[in-house]
């Protein structure tokens, strides 16, 4: 850089390198005066926050269930989990069917999972795989039985088992996301003991309405004892506009759910065939309309409509 004396008006070239960051004085070795030294250097840029909001400390739990079978729980419960990880936040699926799909479905082989958790045979660490980017699976599968037997032959606070169990994990997530089986069973209970808010993907066909309302009484009878948990979230699936029947059922539950309704998920050949890749809809097929109706689900979950677009 050039710096000129403005006594003797000489210049200067200087290595800026050299200048000490502190320096504010200089002295001209031609007159010997000092003068004052501004030299602008750049501005380090300062890092980028990541482009999102993280919850206050304690993770968001939400129960995606229903008795009813294949309305779409465990895709709901997979692309919702891989939809706000993609967002930035950090997120734990927990799968409580003994089907134990989750892992298969988002390809990875678990070591271990929740049955070793609630056994306390292994630590969280131990019992947790990581499937992606800010993604955790806490896997079901057959073992889950023997947890089902451990709740039955307790006296009391059986359905305090799971929450037992995940209490350390409320400090570690945004969000927590469960995964649970059809049926109502000592672990959908225990699943509805432990989250607070509850989403439930109804197939959009008259069967699942009657077992909507089924469901509902079922959960009303544990509001009573947990009045915390909230039905936040109702989630259409299997939309098919080609069925006149869809959009009836769908403004009547629009009628009774309001806000509570979320964008339909629609019929989409991608969401099955993802699975079998062990992908999330977001990797098989981002351009599907799968993948945009499940990130307009993370976008509404997580209350912010500039995610993921
Ligand atoms: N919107 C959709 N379009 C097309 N296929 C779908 C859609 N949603 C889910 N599927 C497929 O339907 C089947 C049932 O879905 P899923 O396993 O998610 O249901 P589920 O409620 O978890 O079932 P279960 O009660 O047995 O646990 C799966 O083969 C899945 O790939
Ligand atoms: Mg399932």
Same mark, same amino acid.
Request: hydrophobic share 35%; charged share 25%; net charge positive.
């Given at each position: ?130 499937? $992606? ?31 037992e169990a995940l209490t350390p994990v409320d400090k570690l997530f945004d969000f ?15 699943? *509805?003991?432990?989250?607070?808010? *509850? ?18 009484r079922s959960i009303s009878s544990i509001q009573k004892y947990r009045p915390e ?36 998920? $629609? ?43």
């Amino acid at each position: 850089m050039l710096v000129i004396c403005p006594h003797c008006k000489k210049n200067h070239s200087i290595d800026e390198k050299k200048i000490p960051a502190n320096a504010k004085k200089a002295r001209c070795t031609s007159c010997g005066q000092s003068f004052a030294l501004d030299i602008k250097r750049p501005v380090k840029e300062e890092k980028k926050e990541k482009p999102v909001q993280k919850s206050d400390g304690v993770a968001r739990k939400i129960g995606v269930s229903l008795s009813k079978g294949g309305v779409g729980k465990s895709t709901t419960a997979i692309n919702l989990s891989a939809g706000l990880a993609l967002a930035g936040f950090k997120v734990l699926l927990v799968d409580t069917d003994t089907q134990g799909q989750d892992s298969f479905m988002l390809g990875v082989k678990p070591k271990a999972g929740l049955t070793e958790l609630v056994t306390g045979e292994l630590s969280l660490k131990e019992c947790l795989t990581k499937a $992606r980017e800010n993604l955790w699976l806490l896997a079901g599968g057959k073992a889950l039985a023997g947890i089902k037997r451990m709740i039955d032959r307790k006296d009391y606070g059986g359905e305090m088992t799971i929450s037992e169990a995940l209490t350390p994990v409320d400090k570690l997530f945004d969000f927590v996301i469960v995964d649970t089986s059809p049926g109502w069973d000592p672990l959908t209970v225990n699943v *509805l003991f432990y989250v607070n808010e *509850l989403m439930i993907p109804v197939a959009l066909e008259i069967m699942s309405l009657q077992g909507l309302s089924e469901f509902l009484r079922s959960i009303s009878s544990i509001q009573k004892y947990r009045p915390e948990l909230g039905l936040k979230y109702i989630v259409p699936t299997f939309e098919d506009k080609r069925v006149k029947k869809t959009s009836r059922i769908l403004h009547k539950i629009g009628k009774i759910y309001g806000e509570r309704l979320c964008h339909p998920i $629609r019929y989409n050949v991608r969401l099955s065939e993802a699975p079998a890749y062990g992908k999330s809809i977001y990797e098989y097929a981002p351009g599907c309309n799968g993948a945009h109706d499940y990130r307009e689900l993370v976008r509404k979950v997580a209350n912010n409509p500039k995610l993921l677009s």
